[in-house]
Nanobody, 116 residues
Framework: QVQLVESGGGLVQPGGSLRLSCAASGIIFSVFAMGWYRQAPGKQRELVARISSGGSTNYADSVNGRFTISRDNAKNTVFMQMNSLKPEDTATYYC??????????WGQGTQVTVSS
């Protein structure tokens, strides 16, 4: 059974930081490209950051320079460090794993709220 379990969301003031984690089980984690998506109320889900199986990264323009995605294959976990958070970063953040013919999987999401 495949599971992607996010943690680390919460309420933070503008300018603050959070670190999201996504622990994967039931997949060959090291061959999966992993990503973080977010969805705000009334908006479409959008890609925030992605890291390939080889460690290459790409980011949405809106978070480039503020967010950093990383992975620990030994712990089957992907992280996203979020700094200089803005109110517009408020959303539910979802972990995503893509393994080609091995399939695509989603976590349940973790809420991030940036507000004073």
């Amino acid at each position: 059974q495949v599971q992607l379990v996010e943690s680390g969301g919460g309420l933070v003031q503008p300018g603050g930081s959070l670190r999201l984690s996504c622990a994967a089980s039931g997949i060959i984690f090291s061959v999966f490209a992993m990503g973080w998506y977010r969805q705000a109320p009334g908006k479409q889900r959008e890609l925030v950051a992605r890291i390939s199986s080889g460690g290459s990264t790409n980011y949405a323009d809106s978070v480039n320079g503020r967010f950093t995605i990383s992975r620990d294959n030994a712990k089957n976990t992907v992280f996203m460090q979020m700094n200089s958070l803005k109110p517009e970063d408020t959303a539910t953040y979802y972990c995503n794993g893509v393994g080609g013919f091995l399939g695509e999987y989603w976590g349940q999401g973790t809420q991030v709220t940036v507000s004073s």
